[in-house]
């Protein structure tokens, strides 16, 4: 979006574009086609987007493409049809537009030969972690085998998200998100979660799953998976209903997480997550003498403050409401599962063995462990809103955790803001008109205040 108004960008081809990422500083964009290739764009001056290189990324279509984060390089990572994840590195010395520019520094293959359906990176100072889902409901994180070379990488470890693989034939839905701060929420670290805990979303079918990831109390090097903290779902009058996606807000001087998703039934939901903070769990981490909690929570959230983006942060929630936007006509498509013979984890973490029943995260680890209790503090989920927008597939938040984009079968793009009401509203909204769909500028105004939001310019 420029200061004029959104741009469109020549793809130069025909075909449907699957996925789309900016940059941490939003001057890059790389996009993933139906027609197997990856495309990169450059913002340069006068907010024009020029194309820096196209070339075949994968054997079918591009199905997810993500960057790596701002401190390691300009690292892309894809997966496609083929079945495969590949890792690019931008290569300063090749000349724009000659397919070049990104060569293919590290390629895998599924090891269950289903496709993965899901990636995300994480960043944490110098430390990088891939998290990879595939069609079954196989989730996996991965480490560089050295922390600032990028075509060599280790299997950290891996769980099924929903106990065991999922049925052939059945229509599935697996996505990742990570929450991109360098730390958790304040008020988890005050209870005792890890500093240095990666918080991971992960849609199985119609239900969200929040990990807390750290390090084990050994020698280990790598992440490691324990249960769920806690689990979204969708309410019980939708069963049937897909999570189709998932995003976690990025904003840390919040007191609490927010989290969106994006279901089949129509409705675009956002969640707060809450961590109650004791008296003594917050003595227990604040100063040496400090006996007041409440200072120590304020001394700690001034800290967080100090690092995150300049932004007002969201008012607190005022409970949960409804509101409803005009549906637009659009075709709804669902996943479906492959016929495939499905490993199981190996011992340990280690590469998947075929045959071996599945291992989960609880057998491995200790309920004990402080590592456990680092990762399984309570939480607590609330339904914050519910907005209608028909066919909505697709929901993420832009870098200052504050604005929320979602998109659907209508082919439109709608970004969302909380007001100072506290209630979610629709502050802009673009894209293709149906034929016979046009609306005046009065009309397109009365919809938005009979729908409860707001269109065309922020609150």
């Not at 972690?129 to 560089?144: F, I, K, Q, W, Y």
């Not at 996505?175 to 988890?188: E, G, H, K, M």
């Amino acid at each position: 979006m420029t200061a004029h108004g959104f741009k469109e960008l020549d793809q130069g081809t025909s075909e449907l574009v699957l996925a789309a990422h900016f940059n941490t500083y939003g001057t890059r964009l790389v996009t993933g086609s139906a027609d197997h290739r990856i495309r990169v764009f450059d913002k340069g001056e006068n907010e024009s987007w020029t194309q820096v290189d196209v070339w075949r990324g994968h054997n079918g279509e591009v199905l997810d493409v993500k960057w790596n984060g701002a401190t390691v390089g300009q690292i892309i990572g894809s997966i496609g049809q083929d079945l495969k994840l590949k890792i690019w590195q931008e290569d300063p010395s090749q000349p724009h537009s000659s397919g070049r520019c990104f060569p293919e520094i590290f390629s895998q293959s599924s090891p269950n030969l289903v496709l993965y359906v899901s990636i995300d990176f994480k960043n944490i100072r110098h430390e990088t972690v891939l998290a990879l889902v595939t069609r079954d409901g196989m989730l996996s994180l991965h480490e560089p085998r050295k922390s600032d070379i990028f075509d060599d990488w280790i299997q950290a470890d891996l769980i099924w998200v929903c106990g065991d693989r999922m049925p052939r034939g059945r229509e599935t839905s697996f996505r990742v998100s990570f929450q991109q701060s360098q730390r958790p929420n304040i008020t988890a670290v005050l209870s005792g979660l890890d500093e240095k805990a990666l918080s991971l979303a992960v849609v199985g079918m119609d239900t969200v799953k929040i990990f807390r990831i750290a390090k084990p109390d050994d020698d280990s090097s790598s992440y490691r998976f324990h249960n769920p903290v806690t689990e979204i779902t969708i309410p019980r009058n939708t069963q049937g209903s897909l999570i189709r996606d998932v995003a976690w807000s990025p904003a840390i001087w919040l007191t609490y997480d927010l989290i969106a998703t994006a279901s089949s039934d129509g409705y675009l939901r956002l969640y707060e997550i809450t961590v109650p903070v004791t008296s003594g769990q917050t003595r227990s981490r604040s100063k040496a003498g400090d006996n007041n909690p409440q200072q120590a929570l304020t001394s700690a959230m001034k800290s967080a403050m100090a690092t995150a983006p300049t932004m007002s942060p969201f008012p607190t929630s005022n409970g949960k409401s409804l509101v409803h936007r005009s549906p637009h006509s659009g075709i709804t498509s669902g996943l479906h599962a492959s016929t495939t013979t499905t490993p199981t984890p190996g011992p340990g973490g280690g590469p998947p063995s075929v045959g071996l029943p599945g291992t989960s995260a609880l057998a491995r680890l200790s309920e004990t462990s402080a590592y456990a209790q680092s990762t399984q503090i309570p939480h607590n989920v609330s339904l914050v809103q519910e907005i209608r927008q028909e066919g909505v597939w697709k929901v993420e938040w832009l870098r200052n955790g504050a604005t929320l984009v979602s998109t659907g079968d209508e082919g439109r793009v709608c970004l969302w803001r909380r007001g100072i009401e506290g209630v979610w509203r629709e502050f802009a909204d673009f894209g293709p008109e149906m034929e016979g769909e046009g609306e005046e500028e009065g009309e397109r105004e009365d919809r938005g205040e009979r729908d409860g939001v707001g269109v065309g310019g922020e609150e």
